[in-house]
């Protein structure tokens, strides 16, 4: 095994643990980014909305990307 693999091997139950914690407060986490975005949107006085936003936006995906654990064909599992 190299050095990638042990550290994947290493790495994967804090994913483990971060996707389920994703999944269970992706609510309240989405709402800590949404308010962050606009507390630095005003601080900044609006000169940087656009990237706020875009950066917000991938945040969201990544943490969307993060709660929805996959079921091995590329597909997330449905909805409980």
Do not use: C, W
């Given at each position: 095994?190299?050095?990638?693999d042990?550290?994947?091997?290493k790495?994967?139950?804090a994913?483990?643990?971060?996707?389920?914690?994703?999944?269970?407060?992706?609510?309240?986490?989405?709402?800590?980014?949404d308010?962050?975005?606009?507390?630095?949107?005003?601080k900044t006085?609006?000169?940087?909305?656009?990237?706020?936003?875009?950066?917000?936006?991938?945040?969201?995906?990544a943490?969307?990307?993060?709660?929805?654990?996959e079921?091995?064909?590329?597909?997330?599992?449905?909805?409980?």
């Amino acid at each position: 095994m190299g050095f990638l693999d042990n550290l994947k091997a290493k790495l994967a139950p804090a994913k483990d643990k971060v996707s389920d914690l994703a999944q269970q407060h992706g609510d309240k986490i989405e709402q800590g980014l949404d308010k962050a975005a606009q507390t630095v949107d005003s601080k900044t006085k609006g000169k940087y909305s656009d990237k706020i936003g875009t950066g917000t936006d991938k945040a969201k995906d990544a943490l969307g990307r993060l709660s929805n654990k996959e079921d091995g064909t590329g597909t997330p599992p449905p909805a409980a």
